[in-house]
């Protein structure tokens, strides 16, 4: 007896030890009906599917096809699920050999976008050298619905053209088995493109060995959307996705850049035809442009600056109005209205393109110039204290967006939270009138602060103020104010409202002006 229960006992021992488990996972690619889970395994097999419900417990689970893995990926599966319903928070797992990990650091979950328009936030930071930081545990409180990492995600500089685990690896070392940074991306969804340090090194660009095998490795480990020229060793990053009214365009700003251009002319062309689609479509552009947009050094669009007025006079030329860029590179927290960066040759009119440089999510501080309209820049103190931003979007489905830029710091601890500087803008849509902009009484009304808790109007002259109407973004009437007064400025306590996006339509003596307002809490 005592022999049978000891070779039951070795046959679960052998079984427990050679099952198949996960070792990494983390999401991406999400959609109002679909996503992404990219996961390393201990072992080979080809029964390898994802699995996801909305209940923790997995106990109604959805299932993707099987997948097969082996050492030719490094032991990595991307796996795809669709038929997904919009709007829902998933819990997500991996089943190998008909056994299901559901040990709970190998748990992640994400929420699928609405199909259509909504409002949401979402996180975005590049530059990191400590994966440990507590800054991760800071934004996955946030609850965003992604994160947008926007280059330099490691400092490993790897660089090998014969050896590809040197660009393999450092996705394991320095990001999925660190506690806080994969604690992060196990609840919320990635969108990443590298910069230098994580592609092949300081300053790398096309002349580099390293390039094929991290656009491999890339392809292995990160769960990510289609790229706009398909996988292959030799083709940039390059991919775009739509979440509610916003088109998000992420350019390869490194694997094809060479001395005198950074996108080489495939990748323009995607890039525009990327921008006329969104105006055609009504969507707002969010550009996430690596580097600074705004940098004067040898490193970032300055030196390209030919390329860089090209592309702001096909913006202009081709009524590209509503963009904004967001940027990492620059160890600094820095927003600018617009107003700074107009790069467009004289033969073009000009828009401005509001820009939210966020950086460094864990590393000291650096500047590489530009000028910026809301606060100047915060730089990182130190390696020790993170920086982030935060993006939010107001749509209730009107003729407008409105968007909110907030950057933190965060200290050592993650116990001080800091606003750094915030700005938001309120953009028409393409096919909207024209009403909230273009005319001398609304350009003399301002509501400031905004976002506020209080509604505080501001006359550029003391005017006869006759009445405020305020609408929420879909046009229902939730507040109405006979003012009847002259005065230079006019305030509301408004405790009734929720926090969100409205459209304030203020009647003067001079006629009637509307301007967007963001109530915050």
Not at 113 to 123: D, I, L, R
Not at 336 to 350: A, K, L, T, V
Not at 499 to 504: F, H, N
């Amino acid at each position: 007896m005592r022999n049978a229960v000891f070779i039951l006992l070795s046959v679960l021992a052998v079984q427990l030890f050679s099952q198949n488990e996960v070792i990494y996972s983390w999401s991406g690619a999400i959609t109002f009906n679909s996503a992404k889970v990219n996961a390393k395994m201990s072992d080979t097999s080809a029964t390898i599917r994802l699995v996801v419900d909305d209940d923790s417990t997995f106990s109604s689970p959805n299932f993707s096809i099987y997948y097969s893995v082996d050492s030719s990926t490094n032991y990595m599966v991307s796996m795809d699920i669709n038929g997904l319903a919009q709007q829902t928070k998933y819990f997500y797992a991996v089943e190998a050999g008909g056994v299901i990990d559901l040990s709970a650091e190998d748990v992640g979950s994400f929420k699928t976008f609405a199909n259509g328009p909504f409002s949401y936030s979402f996180v975005i930071g590049s530059c990191i050298i400590n994966g440990e930081h507590k800054v991760f545990d800071v934004m996955k409180n946030m609850s965003p619905s992604f994160y947008i990492n926007m280059g330099d995600l490691h400092y490993e500089n790897p660089n090998s053209g014969t050896d590809i685990n040197i660009h393999r690896l450092p996705y394991e070392n320095a990001v999925l088995s660190k506690t806080k940074f994969s604690q992060f991306l196990k609840n919320v969804p990635i969108t990443y493109v590298w910069d230098d340090h994580d592609f092949s090194g300081n300053n790398s660009d096309s002349s580099f060995v390293g390039k094929e095998n991290a656009r491999i490795a890339y392809h292995e480990y990160v769960p990510h959307y289609p790229l706009a020229f398909g996988f292959g060793p030799t083709k940039p990053i390059a991919q775009s996705f739509t979440v509610g009214r916003v088109h998000f365009i992420l350019t390869d700003l490194r694997s094809e850049r060479y001395t005198f251009q950074i996108m080489k002319p495939a990748q323009r062309a995607w890039f525009e035809s990327e921008c006329l689609y969104a105006r055609d479509n009504n969507l707002i552009i969010a550009w996430m442009s690596t580097y600074s947009w705004y940098g004067t050094g040898t490193d970032n669009w300055a030196f390209f600056s030919s390329e860089r007025t090209d592309i702001n006079d096909f913006f202009y030329c081709n009524d590209i109005k509503n963009l904004f860029i967001l940027s990492g590179d620059a160890h600094m927290l820095a927003i600018d209205n617009g107003i700074n960066g107009n790069f467009s040759s004289s033969s073009c009119p000009s828009y401005s393109y509001p820009v939210f440089q966020a950086a460094a999510i864990v590393n000291g501080g650096s500047y590489k110039g530009g000028v910026f309209s809301e606060g100047g820049y915060f730089m990182n103190p130190d390696n020790t204290v993170g920086q982030f931003g935060k993006v939010d979007v107001y749509d209730s489905g009107g003729d407008s967006i409105c968007i909110a830029f907030e950057g933190y710091r965060v200290d050592s601890t993650g116990s001080a939270l800091t606003l750094m500087n915030s700005y938001d803008f309120c953009r028409l849509l393409p096919n909207t009138s024209v009403f909230f902009h273009g005319n001398s009484l609304v350009n003399s009304i301002r509501i400031q602060p905004n976002p506020s808790n209080s509604l505080n109007i501001h006359f550029q002259e003391k005017v006869l103020l006759k009445s405020i109407k305020i609408y929420s973004t879909n046009g229902n009437l939730v507040r109405i104010d006979n003012a009847n007064v002259f005065t230079f400025e006019y305030s509301l306590t408004l405790n009734e409202l929720n926090s969100a996006c409205y459209i304030v339509q203020i009647e003067t003596e001079n006629g009637i002006a509307k301007k967007y307002w963001i109530k915050n809490k």
